[in-house]
T-cell receptor
Framework: GQQLNQSPQSMFIQEGEDVSMNCTSSSIFNTWLWYKQDPGEGPVLLIALYKAGELTSNGRLTAQFGITRKDSFLNISASIPSDVGIYFCAGQPPGGTSYGKLTFGQGTILTVHP | ETGVTQSPTHLIKTRGQQVTLRCSSQSGHNTVSWYQQALGQGPQFIFQYYREEENGRGNFPPRFSGLQFPNYSSELNVNALELDDSALYLC?????????FGPGTRLTVL
């Protein structure tokens, strides 16, 4: 099935470092969502973006909705060990029959070394 | 905690069998979406239910079917199970755009 192009696939960083990951798509989206998933759990919503150009923060997390509506990035500042997990971007296409159908990226596996 | 619950947590079936997975949505949410997540992949959209009607479907065969009940809880049914159906099945409830996921049901098909 169709997926977003998410990069990098994995990251190994030291505690305290900043992290950046992004998603690109060949088609436009009306909404971008960023989720974190721990092993054996469902994805947990971190940030939701609704407008092109929107920049939103949630604590140490900052995400932006690209101007072209085809990309988004997520930054994590001053990483801590509990940031470990898999991060997914998800896009929701414009309305009609595709409404509510989230398309997910392949995920970025984040490892934080103390 | 999202308030979305799923049962069972784990399930083992054999090829050709049928399975029913259940989801209780967050209080007040009238929409439930189902996703299949294979190991190492992002979730793939199966279908969505809004007020007891199917409201969008992904690229899954008809042997994947669902129901939504008046209390907005939902079931996912899979007939004639195949080995490739082994995955984590996630449901997500929503009222508007933001979808909140349950913990998933891990299905293994032998």
């Amino acid at each position: 099935g169709q997926q977003l192009n998410q990069s990098p696939q994995s990251m190994f960083i030291q505690e305290g470092e900043d992290v950046s990951m992004n998603c690109t798509s060949s088609s436009i989206f009306n909404t971008w969502l960023w989720y974190k998933q721990d092993p054996g759990e469902g994805p947990v919503l971190l940030i939701a973006l609704y407008k092109a150009g929107e920049l939103t923060s949630n604590g140490r997390l900052t995400a932006q909705f690209g101007i072209t509506r085809k990309d988004s990035f997520l930054n994590i500042s001053a990483s801590i060990p509990s940031d470990v997990g898999i991060y997914f971007c998800a896009g929701q296409p414009p309305g009609g029959t595709s409404y509510g159908k989230l398309t997910f990226g392949q995920g970025t596996i984040l490892t934080v070394h103390p | 905690e999202t308030g979305v619950t799923q049962s069972p947590t784990h399930l083992i079936k054999t090829r050709g069998q049928q399975v029913t997975l259940r989801c209780s949505s967050q209080s007040g949410h009238n929409t439930v979406s189902w996703y299949q997540q294979a190991l190492g992949q992002g979730p793939q959209f199966i279908f969505q239910y809004y007020r007891e009607e199917e409201n969008g479907r992904g690229n899954f065969p008809p042997r994947f079917s669902g129901l939504q009940f008046p209390n907005y809880s939902s079931e996912l049914n899979v007939n004639a199970l195949e080995l490739d159906d082994s995955a984590l099945y996630l449901c997500a409830s929503s009222l508007e755009t933001e979808q909140f996921f349950g913990p998933g049901t891990r299905l293994t098909v032998l």
